[in-house]
Nanobody, 124 residues
Framework: QVQLVESGGGLVQTGDSLRLSCAAS????????MGWFRQAPGKEREFVTA????????YYADSVKGRFTISRDNAKSTVYLQMNNLKPEDTAVYYC?????????????????WGQGTQVTVSS
């Protein structure tokens, strides 16, 4: 069992930056690939980015490529999402998720554990 707690969300203006954190507890954090997803009102949950257990492999949605960076610190059992040049269309609840194993996936249904989410609102 893994518990995930996100933090760092908030209200910012277009062009600002935010860093989200996701702290994990429970089973060995380094055994899990980690992902960030987001869900805007009235929309389905969508993939944002994911990282392998070692941090050596990352994937990004086209909509955030070049603006967002995922990283992890296995010693602290934490994964981060650095978001730069934020846009109003980035407004959503952001969730981190854990997937046991070495394969990095972009499909939310494949993830085993989820956090409660943190709201990010970008004003124009």
């Amino acid at each position: 069992q893994v518990q995930l707690v996100e933090s760092g969300g908030g209200l910012v203006q277009t062009g600002d930056s935010l860093r989200l954190s996701c702290a994990a507890s429970g089973r060995a954090f380094s055994s899990y690939a980690m992902g960030w997803f987001r869900q805007a009102p009235g929309k389905e949950r969508e993939f944002v980015t994911a990282i392998s257990w070692s941090g050596g492999t990352t994937y990004y949605a086209d909509s955030v490529k070049g603006r967002f960076t995922i990283s992890r610190d296995n010693a602290k059992s934490t994964v981060y999402l650095q978001m730069n040049n934020l846009k109003p269309e980035d407004t959503a609840v952001y969730y981190c998720a854990a997937k046991f194993g070495v394969v990095v996936l972009t499909t939310p249904e494949k993830y085993d554990y989820w956090g409660q989410g943190t709201q990010v609102t970008v004003s124009s």
